[in-house]
């Protein structure tokens, strides 16, 4: 399978206020540049529903098959990535939600504090994969190794692979 086109879309209020530099976005790239997904610079958001939604909506738009988002997935009122992303997810895919989960709370506790989805947004072809990873470089390095391995077969499944 060739290169996967992707989008990171960074969740974080003082990044996008320009109060705190963007450490996650960077990390997301290179952790999933290393397993075979092209992905521009990372957008950045305000914790904001529309803005979360936009966001989203222009990367599928622009045809990515990952779709990964840093941020939002706390607990805070402002953490609501996972329920902007529901939206958009036809099948979620919880056991690889599981698998972020787990390798998270091997390095930290705090891990168990993401409510990150993993989930497709259809079942063809056309479909792409979202990922909800949680804010920190560690947060994205366990979610983009979990994914990178199963992504070939995952878009192999939807119909996207050679």
């Known amino acids: 399978m060739g290169r996967v086109p992707g989008a990171i879309i960074v969740v974080d209020d003082r990044v996008a206020r320009g109060q705190r530099p963007d450490r996650s976005g960077p990390a997301a790239v290179a952790a999933l540049g290393e397993r075979g997904v092209d992905c521009p610079a990372p957008r950045v958001v305000a914790e904001e529903e529309a803005e979360i939604a936009a966001a989203i909506r222009a990367a599928l738009a622009g045809g990515a098959r990952l779709v990964f988002t840093a941020g939002g997935t706390g607990v805070t009122p402002r953490d609501v990535v996972p329920e902007v992303t529901r939206g958009f997810l036809e099948v979620e895919l919880p056991g690889l939600a599981t698998q972020i989960l787990l390798r998270g709370v091997a390095n930290t506790p705090l891990a168990g504090l993401s409510r990150g989805l993993v989930g497709v947004t259809g079942r063809g072809a ?27 077969n995952l878009l192999e499944q939807l119909g996207g692979g050679d």
Do not use: H, I, K
């Not at 990922?131 to 199963?150: F, I, M, Q, T």
């Open 126 to 152: 056309e479909a792409a994969v979202v990922v909800n990873a949680p804010g920190s470089r560690g947060g994205v390095r366990d979610a983009a190794a979990v994914v990178g391995e199963v992504l070939p």
